[in-house]
């Protein structure tokens, strides 16, 4: 009777220790996976990517792109030169392009209002992937560029 009841407790230590495994690695891929909206972005990157490969350099906008048009009537977006004379977190996306390369910014947070700090997703032609980070911005002037520093490697 005693062997039956130490198996019963096996068992039933080995079901909550897997059930905790699995809760544990859902967390980690949620925590690590962007928003689905990112991925209405793949054709604006292939775009900006054939343009590159076309000429050597990648565009000073991207607003003339059919795709950027398209995703443009779904999302709110940003587009500018590296600096950000707005505040980034009131749009879907931030896309900021010039000849060397470019960046796009996902707000996955709403800022704190003293320090101006929000996590955000980053895509870059460096690294091809999206990246979680905080953004720190100053408080003074009203043109402010993006102090982006990712919250994992």
């Known amino acids: 009777m005693q062997l039956t009841e130490t198996r019963r407790s096996i068992l039933l230590i080995l079901v909550c220790m897997a ?4 809760i544990g690695i859902c967390a980690i891929i949620w925590l690590h996976t962007p928003p689905a909206k990112a991925y209405q972005l793949r054709p604006l990157i292939k775009e900006i990517e054939t343009y590159n490969a076309n000429n050597g350099e990648y565009p ?8 950027f048009t398209k995703i443009s009537k779904q999302f709110r977006i940003y587009s500018g030169r590296g600096i950000i004379d ?3 977190e009131n749009y879907d996306f931030t896309i900021l392009v010039n000849p060397e390369g470019y960046e796009i910014f996902l707000p996955a947070t709403v800022s704190d209002r003293l320090s101006l700090n929000f996590v955000a997703w980053r ?3 460096g690294s091809h992937h999206w990246r979680k980070g ?3 911005a100053p408080l003074w002037g009203s043109n402010w560029g993006i102090n982006w520093k990712p919250s994992f490697p």
Do not use: M
Request: some cysteine; overall charge neutral; aromatic content about 10%.
């Open 134 to 136: 905080r953004i720190r």
């Open 86 to 88: 707005a505040e980034i």
């Open 60 to 67: 000073t906008s991207c607003t003339n792109f059919s795709s």
């Open 123 to 125: 895509f870059d032609s």
């Open 19 to 22: 059930i905790g495994v699995s």
